[in-house]
């Protein structure tokens, strides 16, 4: 199994620009996430899928936005980059027992926006 | 709403030592409790997780935490540092109410020191 893959690894933007960070996992997981990381901040909840169909916001979520057409596929999708988008972008999946069991983490995305 | 809280960004101790990091949780209900360990440049790996089957868990690489309810704490402990342990420790909780998100520290990064 090859887990949670993320792509790209590294990503530099400039202000307006558009694009997709991809996330794939192959343990049939109900349960997929996006963080963001920041320094002394911990991770930060974007948007989450309970599965095929079903998105709803996290913390923080504006200027992102998500959808869910398979189990494996949660891809997120930056409309406009700001510059405070910069971070490390991280897509998680787990199993729901009851809540959410251990996720599994993806390698992350390194992103600049200019 | 839940919280965690992880007392001190930085600790350093001696190869050999104790290592002791700390995290207290809020939560109205019983949680699940998790350590992940994160390695520069790499995404959240479980150390071990809490999900109320005993109270003192055992973790990969030898460390191990204890489910304090009286104390809503859950610190990790490893009786003897090696230099491979120097890394980023993230300690998060999820509950069974309040949706499908899981509430992670702002992280204690570990030294070792030869």
């Known amino acids: 199994n090859a887990g949670v893959t993320q792509t790209p690894k590294f990503q530099v933007l400039k202000t307006g620009q558009s694009m997709t960070l991809q996330c794939a996992q192959d343990?049939?997981?109900?349960?997929m996430s996006w963080y963001r990381q920041d320094p002394g901040m911990g991770l930060r909840l974007i948007h989450y899928?309970?599965?095929?169909?079903?998105?709803d916001q996290g913390e923080v979520p504006n200027g992102y936005n998500v959808s869910r057409s398979t189990t494996e596929d949660f891809p997120l999708r930056l409309l406009s980059a700001a510059p405070s988008q910069t971070s490390v972008y991280f897509c998680?999946?787990?199993?729901?027992?009851?809540?959410?069991?251990?996720?599994?983490f993806g390698p992350g995305t390194r992103l600049t926006v200019l | 709403a839940q919280s965690v809280t992880q007392l001190g960004s930085h600790v350093s101790v001696s190869e050999g030592a104790l290592v002791l990091l700390r995290c207290n949780y809020s939560?109205?209900?019983?949680?699940?409790l998790f350590w992940y360990v994160q390695y520069p440049n790499q995404g959240l790996q479980l150390l071990l997780k809490?999900?109320?089957?005993?109270?003192l868990v055992k973790g990969i690489n030898g460390f191990e935490a204890e489910f304090k309810k009286s104390e809503t704490s859950f610190h990790l402990t490893k009786p003897s540092a090696h230099m491979s342990d120097a890394a980023e420790y993230v300690c998060?909780?999820?509950?069974?109410?309040?949706?499908?998100?899981?509430?992670f520290g702002a992280g204690t990064r570990l030294f070792v020191k030869a």
């Open positions: 998060a909780v999820t509950g069974n109410t309040g949706g499908f998100k899981t509430i």
């Open positions: 998680a999946s787990s199993i729901l027992r009851g809540g959410i069991d251990e996720q599994f």
């Open positions: 939560s109205s209900v019983p949680p699940y």
């Open positions: 809490y999900t109320s089957a005993a109270t």
């Open positions: 899928s309970v599965g095929a169909g079903i998105t």
């Open positions: 343990m049939n997981h109900e349960y």
